[in-house]
């Protein structure tokens, strides 16, 4: 069920749970880069796998409805608009539960707009952290041209991130690749 954010009662849920075991460090991260940065980021919502996540699922940039005011305050599927609510309604197409996913963006501060490189390069920094939180992961999904260039940024700076053999699945179009997904975390 996707827009699940505009439920208060949900919404409230997320709120509570924001320092749960499994997704601790993350939202930790992200109290860390927001105070550090004088730059706003959104929670990863609690409903994710976090720690426990097999797929990181890597978009551009925080979406409005991820803003505190008029939005959810988290990076979540069930955010109200329309490419969060067509990312969960694939992710439910395919069997893809939340809780073997984690939702980031390559630039993870809220700018609402294409990123600079040199913000790509500072997101690259962020997200290599980021990874060392997720012991489980096994497939990335790269969502975008800016999410792919990040990807080959940070394997060319972290190398060591090769060693981890993920599969990595590019892609422009989230719905088309669905299956594929579904199917390599079966395989793996």
């Known amino acids: 069920m996707a827009r699940r954010m505009r439920n208060q009662v949900f919404r409230q849920e997320q709120m509570d749970n924001i320092y749960s075991h499994h997704i601790k460090p993350i939202n930790d991260l992200v109290d860390k880069l927001s105070n550090s940065e004088n ?3 959104p929670y990863v919502a609690p409903l994710y796998g976090g720690r426990n ?5 890597l978009l551009r ?3 409005p409805k991820t803003q505190v005011d008029g939005g959810s305050g988290f990076i979540c599927l069930e955010n109200d608009d329309p490419t969060a609510e067509l990312m969960c309604n694939m992710f439910e197409q395919y069997n893809i539960s939340a809780s073997e996913a984690m939702l980031w963006n390559i630039y993870p501060w809220y700018i609402n707009q294409k990123p600079s490189v040199e913000q790509i390069h500072k997101g690259v920094n962020v997200l ?4 060392n939180f997720l012991p489980n992961l096994e497939v990335v999904m790269l969502h975008g041209g800016d999410a792919k260039r990040g990807w080959k ?3 060319k700076a972290h190398p060591h991130i090769l060693d981890k053999q993920l599969v990595v699945i590019e ?3 989230t719905v088309a690749v669905g299956k594929l997904i579904r199917s390599k975390l079966i395989a793996l």
């Open 39 to 41: 730059a706003w980021m």
């Open 53 to 57: 996540a097999r797929l990181l699922s």
């Open 61 to 63: 940039d925080p979406g």
């Open 128 to 131: 290599e952290e980021l990874l």
């Open 153 to 155: 940024m940070l394997t």
């Open 171 to 173: 892609t422009y179009h």
